[in-house]
């Protein structure tokens, strides 16, 4: 039997409030009765399944036109950057699949190249998910088969053997299965505030890794802590007439004095921008609010950004404080309706980007000291809702196309434990965990979900590529 993905009418996640500890484990172990574990595993497309293109293309009429055959170009590269730019086409296929009817917020998007290492408030590298550009409450499963399929398909574009995929894929669910056991055993508050410090990972892991393998660790960690502010200042800008200012790379990064070089019709979209910073500032705490007051904004440039997010509006604003080399450097990323909200009912924020930052407060354990929202009107004569944050902040991520077998099945358990911590915060992590028990009932399911899946990822993506053969869809390559 399929259960109806079961959504909280306040638009947040299912938190058992009035339940005691014996009532979650009952309604976790009931809720098999819906869909058993092994049900979990079931993937099978209809023969009338929507044509994953259409909703490809659906997408198109928000996005800059221009920039649009860049995504297709990067989506055609291999199946597994098609699949970092579909999750709408999964999102319409999980809408299809069984769900126990338990609920937390969702990532949205959780495969794997969105979980990296970021700084904390405290200056220290932790590592979490980073994208949430789709979040919204819903079916835990949702996220961790998201998850599992981009293990698979990576596997397969590494050209790992049956064995080494299904190793993989399986610690996806037994790092989940088996991070949630222990958080079901936690207060709420220490649950809160479990983390994964990178150095203690790196301590954990270390003994899986060779030599080569750990410098190779510790130069990916070092170049992080240089992704920062100053860091974004080297990279993004030059000086002009003695001050810092972006450096046009064209399609990638275009300044907004090359992007409009009418003299009024850029004042106007300056205007509307300088707006959305002030707007924005509102969102912040007093705190931030403050700091961020002892800078001032002198320069905007268009960027292009990720693969699914290719065409959306992205800016990066340069402000500067006490001279030229105090800089901040932020990101405007616009955020429309999330790709779930089709399948699972709209958002209960009104703002988008709100929904956006709410999302992600939730689900990691500290976040952006910049991250804020807001909605602006006259951006190409429509209103649209942005989130900001620091465009880098030790910002990093593991290298999933050089992954070997050894080292994937150890990132898919670290994903798959990051994954539950973030469902633990905002979920009954009780029930879920007795939903799971101690088998491994679940992993294999998830294997069988995510092989079926990658298979019919490698049929969509097919499909992509005979479609820009054709001349049906355009797409730039190389960018």
Known sequence: MTSTARR??????????????????ARGRAARADVSRSGQGEFAAAADRFDPIA?????????????????????????????????AV?????AETPVSGLTVQLCGDAHLSNFGFFASPERRLVFDLNDFDETLPGP????????????EIAARDRGFDDGDREAAVRAVGRGYRRAMHSFAELTNLEVWYAHADVEELRARYA???????????????????????????????????????????????????DLLPDVSERTDLETQLFQLMRGYHASLPADRRVLLKQYRAVDMARKVVGVGSVGTRSWMILLLGRDNHDALVLQAKEAGPSVLEAHLGRAAQDNHGERVVVGQRLMQTVSDIFLGWQRTSGIDAAERDFYIRQLRDWKGSFEVEEMVPRGLRSYADLCGWTLARAHARTGDRVAIACYLGASDAFDNALVDFARAYAEQNERDHHALVVAIAKGQVQAVAGI
């Open 8 to 25: 909280p009418d306040v638009g947040e996640p299912d938190l058992p409030t009035r339940l005691t500890i014996a009532d979650r484990a």
């Open 140 to 151: 835990w499963e949702w996220d961790v088969k998201r998850l599992a399929s981009s293990v």
């Open 207 to 257: 003994g899986e890794l060779n030599t080569s393998r750990r410098k190779r660790l510790d130069r990916s960690l070092a170049k992080a802590r240089t992704r920062d502010n100053i860091g974004a200042l080297d990279r993004f800008t030059c000086l002009v007439d003695g001050a810092p200012r972006f450096t046009a790379d064209p399609p990638v990064v275009v300044p907004l004095r």
């Open 90 to 94: 999964m999102a319409a296929d999980l």
């Open 55 to 87: 909703v490809l293309r659906g997408q198109e009429a928000t996005r800059v036109a221009d920039l649009v055959p860049i995504r297709y170009g990067r989506m055609a590269i291999s199946p597994f950057t098609f699949f970092r730019g579909t999750a």
